[in-house]
C-alpha cells in the first residue's frame, strides 16, 4: 500500500512498518451463547450511557484506579520505621514466608534451569519459554491515564468516534489546560505543545493494522500509544529544532551501547543535517570522565569521524548525562565529547542546590532503596556517586521487585533538592534533579522552544525517568530501539515532505514576483 504525501515523495507505509513488534491479532474466541462480541457490548453500553455520557461527561465516574491497592491483612507487625510499617508484614506472613524460602530457591533454580527438575510445574515447566511467563507477569509497563481513558473510551465508541472526540478535546485543553472538560476526565493531564490530528493519524494506522475491521478485540494499549505516536510526528516535523532521545532502551538496549553499524547513527547523522539540535538526555552520569560517556557513544563518535562531519552539524548535538547534572558536546577536530562549563548552562535553580543538601537526600536515598532490597529480600550491591545512588540486583528478579523499591522511594523520601526514583528495568537510581530540569536547561542554552522540541523516550509510567519531561516539551512513547527506528524514519520523511512544500512555496513566490 501507498500512502500519497502531498508533493513528491511516496512513502510505502508497509516498509516503514516492518519494524513494528507486531500486535498480535488473536483469532475470536470460541464464544458461548451468552457471550457477547464487543461489537455488541458496545451498542449495550452505548445505549445503557445516558446524552450527558455520550458528551464526556459520563466516562467522568470512570477514573483511572491508583496502580498499587493494598490488600494486606489488618494486623501487622509494628517496625520501628513509621514509614515502613505501612508495609511491613503480619507475623503469619513472615512465618508463612520463612517456611516457603526453600521452596522459593529452587523455584529460581527451575525458572533458571528448567531442564534441571520438572517437578514443581511438571513436565510442562521444563522449557525456558515457561520460565519467560512466569517472569513476565503484568502490565506494569503500560500505564497512561490518558491512553487508558481512550481505552476505556472504547467501550462505548467506536475506535472513529474516540478519536474525533479525543482531537477535539485535546484542542479545547490546549486553549485552557486548568478547565478544559479533558483536564475534568483526566485530571492528571499535563500540557499538549501542539495540535494531535489524531483521526488522521488512526485512519493512516488502521489502513495497515485494521483496527475498525475488528469484531471482539478494542484497541490494546499499544496499538492506542501507536497512534498517539504518528499524530505527534506529523504534528512536530514542520517546526522541530531540537530532538532527544533517552539512551538506555530508546537507542540501545538496557546497559549496551552504539555499536557502529547501529541504524540510528545515520538517523541521527541526518536530523543533524537537517539542521536539527540532537541531544541524548540519559539518567546515567559520569562526573568528570567523558570518556565513559564517549565509551557508550563511540558508534556516532567514530561515524562523525569517518563521514568527517563539519563542525558546524557536529556542534548541534549533545549529551545531557545523570538526568540534568553534566552537559557535554562534541570537539570541533577529533569529535569526542568535552564538558560544557556548568557556568554556560546551568539554571539559577541548579546552581543554588547546596551540596550539603544534595548528600543529605543521597543518604536518604540509599537508606530507602536498602530498606526495600531487604524487605523484599533482594540481594543487591549499591552505587554511590556524586550525583546519584542506585541498587543493583546481585540475585534474579522481576520487574515488579524493583517497581515495588522505586515506588517506595519515590513516595517516602523527603528533601530540599529535586531529585528522580526510578525503576530502570535492571536497577532503581534515585538521582538529583530530573530530565524535565535538563531539558529546561538545554533548551534555554540553545534558545529553542517547547512547540519546536520533542523527547524519545521508554520510561513513561509513575516510576519512569521519562515521564518529567512532558512539562517541558511533546514526547513519544516507544517500547524499545526497533520502535525508535521506526518513528524517526517517518519524522524524517515527514521533514523531507515540509522542505519539500516550502522550496516549492519558495519557487511559486518568486515566479509570483517575476510575473509581476
Ligand atoms: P536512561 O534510560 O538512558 O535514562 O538510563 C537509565 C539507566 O542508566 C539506569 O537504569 C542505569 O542502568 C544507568 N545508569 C548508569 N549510571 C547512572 C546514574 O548515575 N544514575 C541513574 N542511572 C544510571
Ligand atoms: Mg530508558
Not at 491483612?73 to 508484614?89: C, G, Q, V, W
Not at 481513558?149 to 472504547?154: A, E, I, L, P, T
Not at 482531537?167 to 478544559?180: F, G, I
Request: charged residues 25%; contains cysteine; aromatic residues 6%.
Amino acid at each position: 500500500m501507498a500512502m500519497q504525501l502531498s508533493g513528491s515523495i511516496n512513502v510505502k507505509m508497509s516498509t516503514l512498518l516492518t519494524p513494528f513488534s507486531v500486535p498480535a491479532h488473536p483469532s475470536p474466541p470460541i464464544m458461548s451463547v451468552r457471550d457477547r462480541s464487543y461489537r455488541q457490548r458496545r451498542q449495550h453500553n452505548r445505549q445503557s450511557v445516558s446524552t450527558a455520557a455520550q458528551q464526556g461527561e459520563g466516562l467522568q465516574q470512570q477514573q483511572p484506579q491508583p496502580p498499587f491497592i493494598n490488600t494486606r491483612p489488618k494486623s501487622r507487625t509494628i517496625l520501628t520505621d513509621p514509614a515502613l510499617a505501612e508495609m511491613s508484614l503480619s507475623e503469619e506472613e513472615i512465618e508463612a514466608d520463612m517456611a516457603s524460602a526453600a521452596k522459593t530457591a529452587s523455584l529460581w533454580e527451575l525458572l533458571n534451569n528448567p531442564e534441571q527438575d520438572g517437578t514443581i510445574f511438571g513436565n510442562r515447566a521444563r522449557s525456558a519459554t515457561d520460565a519467560n511467563v512466569l517472569r513476565r507477569k503484568g502490565h506494569l509497563k503500560e500505564q497512561d491515564f490518558l491512553i487508558d481513558f481512550m481505552r476505556r473510551m472504547h467501550e462505548t465508541h467506536s475506535c472513529l468516534e474516540v478519536m474525533t472526540k479525543m482531537e477535539k478535546w485535546v484542542n479545547e485543553h490546549r486553549k485552557d489546560p486548568l478547565r478544559s472538560r479533558l483536564k475534568r476526565l483526566v485530571p492528571q493531564l499535563g500540557q499538549f505543545f501542539t495540535p494531535l490530528h489524531l483521526v488522521d493519524a488512526f485512519l493512516e494506522y488502521d489502513e495497515v493494522f485494521k483496527l475498525s475491521r475488528r469484531k471482539f478485540i478494542p484497541p490494546n494499549f499499544a496499538e492506542l500509544r501507536h497512534v498517539v505516536n504518528i499524530a505527534q510526528i506529523h504534528a512536530s516535523a514542520k517546526n522541530l529544532r531540537l530532538i532527544t532521545f533517552d539512551a538506555d532502551g530508546t537507542l540501545y538496549a538496557d546497559g549496551c551501547h552504539f555499536e557502529q553499524d547501529n541504524a540510528m547513527i545515520a538517523h541521527i547523522i541526518n536530523l543533524l543535517q537537517c539542521d536539527i539540535h540532537v541531544a541524548i538526555v540519559t539518567a546515567a552520569g559520569y562526573p568528570g570522565e567523558a570518556h565513559k560517556f564517549e565509551g557508550r557513544l563511540a558508534g556516532l563518535l567514530g561515524s562523525f569521524r569517518k563521514l568527517n562531519l563539519p563542525a558546524e552539524v557536529t556542534d548541534r548535538f549533545h549529551v545531557m548525562g545523570g538526568e540534568c547534572n553534566y552537559l557535554l558536546r562534541v570537539t570541533p577536530e577529533d569529535k569526542r565529547l568535552e564538558f560544557v562549563p556548568d557556568e554556560e548552562w546551568k539554571t539559577e535553580e541548579m546552581c543554588r542546590w547546596h551540596e550539603d543538601d544534595i548528600q543529605y537526600m543521597l543518604d536518604g536515598a540509599e537508606m530507602l532503596l536498602m530498606k526495600g532490597a531487604k524487605r523484599l529480600e533482594l540481594e543487591v550491591s549499591v552505587m554511590r556517586k556524586p550525583r546519584s545512588v542506585g541498587i543493583i540486583p546481585i540475585s534474579p528478579t522481576i520487574y515488579e521487585v524493583l517497581e515495588d523499591i522505586a515506588l517506595s522511594a519515590q513516595t517516602q523520601l523527603v528533601a530540599n533538592v529535586p531529585f528522580c526514583a526510578f525503576n530502570g528495568g535492571n536497577d532503581v537510581f534515585v538521582d538529583c534533579g530530573n530530565k524535565s530540569l535538563g531539558l529546561q536547561a538545554l533548551m534555554t542554552f540553545l534558545g529553542i522552544q517547547p512547540h519546536e522540541t520533542l523527547h524519545v523516550g521508554d520510561r513513561f509510567t509513575l516510576s519512569g525517568n521519562d515521564s518529567a519531561t512532558r512539562d517541558m516539551c511533546s514526547v513519544l512513547w516507544v517500547a524499545d530501539p526497533n520502535e525508535t527506528g521506526f518513528f524517526v524514519r517517518l519524522l524524517l520523511k515527514d521533514i523531507a515532505r515540509s522542505s519539500l512544500e516550502a522550496q516549492h512555496e519558495q519557487t511559486m513566490r518568486r515566479k509570483l514576483l517575476l510575473d509581476v
